[in-house]
């Protein structure tokens, strides 16, 4: 657009329309025009993962394989006094499995039906959850069900470690590992040999086993908790080589008045006095080193 009617003045265009038109689609650059930035899901970033899976799956393997898991005790199926426990992360679940609507009659429902419904939610929480926003304030109901369900599984866990516990004082009993890591401690004190519970143990035979005051732990029932051969079950120790552990005296203190909050009953009022004398005498000459 021109300023003036003279010829020679200066022509000053707005909106140039000299520049010609792109007739090229608007199609965006490539991934691969920003490398290191961005690139295909499918098959480029999921084979990437994929290897990357596969390379610590194998080091897991391999790592299993140097270095075992330690074995425990041969599994004992007369031992009533032994408490399950499954693994810390199930803990809330086996907690949940004591409740009454979902164990016994209902066990498909608590063992199938909740824990269905809850997985088939997690898994089916991206398509519902279709929102835009992330901050966690601005997605309430997302928010209060995700703090419900660690709440739950927080309680239930600690109720079920609680209990636990609780039993183990009621019934009087040491959990297998601090037992085997007690003996492992005492031998590295001793300078002796790490106990080695892969290896079957050789116990020394009872020292007169025909004794009258067999017929006497027969009478006490100590068969049912010690075996019928009274070389123990589960967490009941075994009453052979006894007499190394414990003298006369206080064989005589632990017959009569029992053990470990009655996990040792006491015999005191089912037993005589001179039936109590004759079975500690018998129980004393039980030596492991008298095979």
């Not at 084979?47 to 610590?56: A, F, I, T, Y």
């Not at 609507?101 to 519902?128: C, K, R």
């Not at 304030?137 to 209060?144: D, K, V």
Request: with cysteine.
């Amino acid at each position: 657009m021109a300023h003036g009617h003279k010829s020679d003045e200066k022509v000053v265009y707005v909106g140039d329309s000299r520049v010609k038109k792109n007739n090229h689609p608007n199609i965006p650059p490539d991934y691969t025009s920003y490398p290191g930035k961005s690139e295909a899901f499918i098959p480029n970033f999921l084979l990437k993962e994929w290897m990357v899976g596969c390379v610590v799956l194998v080091g897991f393997l391999v790592w299993t394989i140097a270095e075992p898991a330690p074995l425990g005790y041969p599994a004992d199926p007369t031992n009533a006094a032994f408490i399950p426990m499954p693994d810390w992360y199930f803990l809330f679940l086996y907690q949940f499995l004591k409740y009454p609507y979902v164990s016994q009659d209902y066990i498909v429902l608590g063992t199938m039906g909740i824990p269905g419904v809850m997985f088939g939610a997690l898994l089916l929480a991206p398509f519902l959850d279709t929102g835009k926003e992330r901050r966690f304030y601005r997605r309430p109901i997302a928010s209060s069900l995700m703090g419900l369900t660690l709440i739950a599984c927080v309680y239930l866990t600690v109720i079920s470690w609680d209990h636990y516990q609780h039993q183990l004082e009621i019934n009087g009993q040491v959990p297998e590992h601090i037992e085997r890591e007690e003996k492992a401690r005492e031998a590295a004190e001793k300078g002796e040999e790490r106990p080695n519970y892969t290896k079957p143990t050789v116990e020394a035979a009872l020292v007169d086993a025909n004794d009258p005051a067999m017929d006497i732990a027969k009478q006490a029932q100590c068969v049912s908790c010690h075996a019928a051969d009274l070389k123990g079950q589960g967490s009941v120790p075994s009453l052979v080589g006894v007499g190394d552990r414990h003298s006369k005296e206080e064989l005589v203190e632990i017959v009569t008045n029992g053990k470990n909050n009655g996990a040792m009953p006491e015999f005191g009022s089912k037993l005589s006095t001179e039936e109590i004398d004759q079975l500690t005498t018998w129980l004393s000459k039980q030596k492991a080193a008298t095979e």
